[in-house]
């Protein structure tokens, strides 16, 4: 069986700050993949970024950083320099087969 | 499509009435997945279609839900006699792969069911 924890359910912080959202997750698969997606309030989830299992190396695309770490079954969000566009609940997923799991989100509050 | 397309986007059903839910994927897409949404949780797995084929139905709540994507392309979920438990968004999302992880996943806006 597969799982997704996020742990935090609600992060609020103020314009400018950096972020981090938690995902921990459990699998027995040696192959998987896993996901980021936002959730605006329009309700549309929107993919963020795709990491495969034998690919350790961070990734950095503008202000957003995931730092995977297979040896804690962690794969980590980051948003640099925060915006109030950036307020939406973010989604981490696994997928070792072909039906992803979905954490419970974290809500992203951001003030101006 | 440019997108995944779902309607309607709301329904407001009376308890014991039936409903039936559109997903029209992106055109060319093999894969499609309906989930749903609880208020406050993420999405959970519902069903899984290759092309027209229904491989995977294990999270389907209870045998009033039913899906299909007869010529496999749009897809309908049926919910019988909805009940207030039903109450959720329904997600669709699709895939232009059969199965492989190597593609992201397209998601719809979903359908928000409200039983009254």
């Known amino acids: 069986a597969q799982k997704v924890t996020q742990a935090q359910t609600e992060i609020s912080v103020v314009e400018k700050e950096d972020v981090t959202l938690d995902c921990v997750y459990e699998?027995?698969?040696?192959?998987?993949?896993l996901f980021w997606y936002k959730q605006p309030p329009s309700g549309e989830l929107v993919f963020l970024i795709r990491?495969?299992?034998?690919?350790?190396q961070n990734e950095i695309s503008g202000r957003y950083s995931w730092n995977f770490q297979k040896s804690t079954s962690s794969f980590n969000f980051t948003i640099t320099a925060s915006q109030v566009v950036d307020s939406a609940v973010y989604f981490c997923?696994?997928?070792?087969?072909?039906?992803?799991?979905f954490g419970r989100g974290t809500s992203l509050i951001v003030h101006p | 499509g440019a997108g995944v397309s779902q309607s309607p986007r709301y329904k407001v059903a009376k308890r014991g009435q039936d409903v039936a839910l559109r997903c029209d994927p992106i055109?060319?897409?093999?894969?499609l997945f309906w989930y749903q949404q609880a208020l406050g949780q993420g999405p959970e797995f519902l069903t899984y279609?290759?092309?027209?084929?229904?491989?995977?139905k294990s999270g389907l709540p209870s045998d009033r839900f039913f899906a299909e994507r007869p010529e496999g392309s749009v897809s309908t979920l049926k919910i019988q006699r909805t009940q207030q438990e039903d109450s959720a968004v329904y997600l669709c999302?699709?895939?232009?792969?059969?199965?492989?992880?190597?593609?992201?996943?397209?998601f719809g806006s979903g359908t928000r069911l409200t039983v009254v």
């Open positions: 997923a696994l997928k070792p087969s072909y039906i992803p799991t």
């Open positions: 699998t027995r698969d040696t192959t998987y993949y």
């Open positions: 990491r495969n299992s034998f690919d350790e």
């Open positions: 279609f290759q092309n027209e084929a229904q491989l995977d």
């Open positions: 999302a699709s895939s232009l792969s059969g199965g492989e992880a190597n593609y992201g996943y397209t």
């Open positions: 055109s060319g897409h093999v894969s």
